[in-house]
């Protein structure tokens, strides 16, 4: 790439031997008049519109470069030349462990030097390439020192990887020391970084290469992946996975890239008193870091790996759990929309023999400090969700998910606000039905599912019409709902799917506007639609990530390992996320 391969100009090397062999003041005086008459073209200098005081220039350089020649040319200085240093061992194989920096670039524009918003020129004295952050090893840090204050800014590419990365921030604080954070790095590659002067990006100040060593062999990795030219490379995929085949570890958090390789990796801690963490949520914040839960804090993790406690719920009595499947967090943290349950009379799976250990969900509301703000119950609208209104099938396999001798009656598993309104709607799997719910007064405004307040209208079969214990259910900007089927039907189901059912509120109406089919998952599932109109589905149990097309192609995906002691592995949740690189057409 271009960007990377820039040498030297002409007309900068004709400043240097100004410079070192006739004199700084000079070179600094007639410099600045040659650099409208000099204009570099394929290779070639043209001079024809010159001005007469550029042939004095040119005979004044002519002396300069013969005696450069005779070995007269002094010594490239220290901040011509900063030594590489690295903190990292897979820099011990490099070629060129040295930092280069070009001298004093030439620009057709006069203005880059006389603009107010550039800092003072500075010289890279130092640059070191840190160890790599401990919750994340496909990132690295760059220490930089300068001789003047000064603002950096970094660029970053591998010869095996499309596209280049750019450093957080984009631009240094203005000092002697700057820090570059380098995102998006993968195993077994090698990189080459460039730094720059903040407002003097066509000046390449220093430059280097380091190498990523491959992660260790337990590392999650897909097992095969497709990708297609129509999966957009701007768009990578942040994964979320519990695990349980490392003693101190209960999930991961990765990034895919098109080609399915590793990105980001951060390993979650798991408590000593947690043998299996659920970790069913993720959630994206606008500055590219994670929010996630483990029934008993929500954390956030930032992309250097570096992970801190937003809040632990503090929620009213009466719940059973404060927290559990996907919930909704505000881009600002300021607010949350967690799915809690409690425990409540009821009946048991036969929908007969009365219960006092039945558990049911609501959906409670937490401020930044995770304190109750709101909360709206199932147990509240038994008119509306009957009691009795659980499948037998699934009741009995439910019948210990909570625990010994619970009846897990509703078992909600996602929650979302609706786009333009106070409302949110809430996906309760074991009854069948997704819940829109009135935030001011707490009333259900819509039950949608088999049975319900919508009457479909479509020539599919029964057993193809609505869903069957639903995940991860949410109102599209169109008005549309857009959910993942389970489609639990008898003993032997075959499919999954992602299903799109346009509601229409006013008749009271729905109807299949699109699905795309999967194999079969019990548990979890998700559903995601992109900017570009396709769908990034997963299908839980399956270990599967895919994106189709609205036409139904599919475009891309990637199968992750089950669990390495053998057990049936989980896929919790997988959303796109913004690349962390740049791609240019």
């Keep these: 790439m271009e960007y990377m391969k820039q040498k030297k100009s002409i007309a900068a090397n004709i400043s240097l031997a100004l410079r070192e062999n006739i004199g700084y003041l000079l070179s600094q005086g007639l410099v600045r008049g040659l650099k409208s008459d000099l204009r570099l073209g394929q290779g070639k200098t043209m001079i024809s519109s010159a001005k007469p005081y550029v042939w004095l ?57 006389d603009d107010d918003t550039i800092s003072s020129e500075c010289n890279i004295m130092q640059v070191i390439v840190n160890d790599p952050p401990e919750g994340n090893p496909l990132a690295r840090r760059l220490t930089i020192k300068t001789d003047q204050p000064c603002k950096l800014s970094g660029m970053i590419a591998s010869p095996d990887l499309e596209g280049y990365g750019l450093s957080a921030p984009d631009d240094s604080a203005d000092g002697l020391q700057h820090e570059l954070m380098f995102y998006g790095l993968a195993e077994e590659h090698q990189f080459n970084y460039q730094i720059f002067q903040a407002g003097r990006e066509q000046e390449v100040k220093a430059e280097g290469d380091f190498h990523v060593s491959a992660l260790p062999e337990d590392v999650i990795r897909p097992l095969r992946h497709t990708n297609l030219p129509e999966a957009d490379p701007r768009t990578w995929v942040v994964m979320i996975l519990p695990v349980n085949y490392k003693p101190h570890i209960g999930g ?27 970790l069913a949520a993720l959630n994206l914040l606008s500055d590219g870091s994670f929010v996630y839960d483990n029934l008993n804090e929500v954390n956030q993790v930032k992309l250097d790996g570096s992970e801190e406690v937003l809040y632990a719920p503090q929620i009213q009595q009466p719940y059973f759990n404060a ?35 039945v558990v049911g969900d609501g959906v409670v509301e937490v401020d930044a400090n995770g304190v109750e703000q709101w909360r709206w119950s199932v147990f509240d ?10 499948d037998f099938q699934m009741c009995e396999h439910e019948s210990a998910f909570w625990g010994s001798g619970d009846v897990d009656w509703t078992h909600g598993n996602s929650v979302f606000p609706v786009p333009g309104e106070d409302a949110f709607v809430v996906a309760l799997r074991n009854v069948s039905r997704v819940v829109k719910i009135d935030r001011a007064t707490g009333d259900i405004m819509w039950q949608a599912g088999r049975g319900l307040d919508f009457q479909w209208i479509g020539e599919e079969p029964p057993e193809e019409q609505w869903f069957n214990f639903e995940h991860d259910a949410k109102i599209l900007p169109n008005g549309n709902l857009l959910l993942f ?3 639990f039907m008898d003993t032997s189901p075959t499919w999954s799917r992602a299903l799109e059912i346009q509601l229409d509120q006013e008749a009271m109406t729905a109807r299949r506007v699109w699905e795309y089919r999967v194999s079969y998952t019990f548990a979890h599932g998700t559903v995601y639609r992109l900017e570009d109109g396709h769908t990034l589905i997963t299908n839980g149990n399956g270990m599967n ?41």
Excluded at 255 to 277: C, G, K, S, T, V
Excluded at 334 to 350: A, E
Excluded at 561 to 581: M, N
């Design 57 to 113: 220039v040119l005979l004044f350089i002519s002396v300069a470069l013969i005696a450069s020649c005779n070995g007269n040319q002094s010594q490239d200085s220290p901040t011509q030349n900063p030594p590489a240093q690295t903190g990292d061992d897979d820099n011990d194989n490099n070629d060129d462990t040295s930092s280069n920096v070009d001298d004093d670039d030439l620009s057709d524009d006069d203005s880059v030097a």
């Design 252 to 278: 991961v958090i990765l990034i895919l890239d098109r080609d399915a390789n590793l990105r980001f990796y951060h390993e979650i801690l798991r408590p000593e008193d947690r043998p299996l963490m659920m």
């Design 323 to 357: 927290m559990h499947h996907q919930f909704y967090i505000a881009d600002d943290l300021s607010r949350s929309l967690l799915v809690f349950n409690m425990i409540g009379n009821g009946y048991g799976c036969d929908g007969v023999t009365p219960s006092t250990n």
């Design 381 to 390: 609208h038994t008119d509306q969700i009957p009691l009795d209104s659980m």
């Design 485 to 487: 089927d389970n489609h």
């Design 545 to 585: 990530a895919y994106e189709v097309t609205a036409d139904n192609v599919l475009v891309w995906s990637a199968e992750m390992p089950r669990q390495q002691d053998g057990s049936v592995g989980l896929l919790s949740r997988a959303v796109p996320y913004p690349a962390l690189w740049t791609y240019e057409p």
